[in-house]
């Protein structure tokens, strides 16, 4: 099995920071794509930032510039940091992996697992 665990949300007032970590942990032979994907009340879930293994990132138009994403691949952890946050930030974020897992003798799978999601609220 494989846990996929966030931390780090609460309420901050517009133009403030905060810092989202996710740890997988588990079965975990290697993890290709971590990400952090975000849903709003009434609107469908978002792609806010995804890195690669080796560290190349991407950003959704919405965030380039404020938030950073990074990863410690030692410790198979994403971050997300969120500068100058403004109200339409709120939602719920969730954190995505790709994992890949070793089954035995000689045999692997991928999968992708999310998060339970934490909760980022902005207020103007």
């Known amino acids: 099995q494989v846990q996929v665990v966030e931390s780090g949300g609460g309420l901050v007032q517009a133009g403030g920071s905060l810092r989202l970590s996710c740890v997988a942990s588990?079965?975990?032979?290697?993890?290709?794509?971590m990400g952090w994907y975000r849903q709003a009340p009434g609107k469908q879930r978002e792609l806010v930032a995804s890195i690669t293994r080796g560290g190349t990132t991407t950003y959704a138009d919405s965030v380039k510039g404020r938030f950073t994403i990074s990863r410690d691949n030692a410790k198979n952890t994403v971050y997300l940091q969120m500068d100058t946050l403004k109200p339409e930030d709120t939602a719920v974020y969730y954190c995505?992996?790709?994992?890949?897992?070793?089954?035995?003798?000689?045999?692997?799978?991928?999968?992708?697992?999310w998060g339970q999601g934490t909760q980022v609220t902005v207020s103007s």
């Open positions: 588990g079965n975990i032979f290697s993890i290709n794509n």
């Open positions: 995505n992996a790709d994992v890949r897992r070793y089954l035995g003798y000689n045999r692997y799978d991928s999968r992708n697992y």
